[in-house]
């Protein structure tokens, strides 16, 4: 893997070969259905809502979201950044009919600067994974601005605590994954999400879906 900051870590380094293997069934499928009352048809729903011709997908998992949504061509230019060469060659694998472009780098460091502009890009359950306060992990929006076309919408999902709906089960798994550094959103609450993206954007939209918001941003505001 390559060298990037140890503090950084610990929200990706966890995704190997083998727990890419069961991504699907444990994260998209039980987890989001059951523990954070988010089915993945709605995530889905998201891309296809948002995802364009010329794509850059953050943080990419499985691939799974790329693979499910409808692009508006049949041949859509899409990157893939992420600092896991597993998660890369998995999703990349995943999507292969589109012949994705793929980027190892930590976005939450200024982003190569020859990866281009896009139409839209996707931080889906990203910012869960990432270190700090809600502040300190909204510098991937200032990463991604300059990386967007006129007209341009950011959007994604995260799994958020403060007066977010949790079960029990909600409450315990984001404990021992807190605990782990899988997730670090011991301090990610709806009201610090839409004032980040208040700051940088014009026009917002924020969701709910348990205690999951998904979220899209256009027009960046000038500096």
């Not at 979201?65 to 990349?92: I, Q, T």
């Not at 007066?163 to 404990?175: E, N, V, Y």
Request: with cysteine; charged share 20%.
């Amino acid at each position: 893997m390559e060298s990037f900051p140890e503090a950084h870590k610990p929200g990706y380094a966890v995704y190997s070969r083998t727990s890419l293997a069961i991504y699907d069934a444990l994260v998209l499928g039980l987890s989001n259905r059951w523990i954070w009352r988010c089915p993945s048809s709605h995530l889905v729903g998201l891309y296809n809502r948002h995802v364009s011709a010329n794509h850059l997908d953050i943080g990419v998992g499985t691939g799974y979201f790329l693979d499910k949504a409808r692009f508006p061509v049949s041949d859509p230019k899409v990157a893939l950044l992420d600092p896991n060469s597993d998660c890369l060659g998995k999703a990349a694998a995943r999507i292969a009919r589109l012949n994705p472009v793929t980027i190892q780098a930590d976005a939450l460091v200024p982003w190569p600067q020859d990866i281009g502009t896009f139409k839209t890009i996707g931080l889906n359950y990203v910012l869960h994974c990432l270190p700090g306060t809600m502040a300190e992990k909204a510098v991937i929006f200032d990463h991604a601005i300059p990386h967007l076309e006129d007209g341009a919408t950011v959007f994604g999902s995260t799994i958020l605590q403060g007066d977010a709906p949790r079960s029990g089960a909600a409450r315990k798994l984001m404990q021992i994954y807190n605990r782990k550094g899988v997730f670090s959103n011991e301090a990610d609450a709806l009201e610090a999400l839409r004032s980040e993206l208040d700051k940088r954007f014009d026009d917002v939209t924020v969701e709910m879906i348990g205690c999951v918001a998904l979220f899209s941003a256009r027009e960046p505001r000038s500096a």
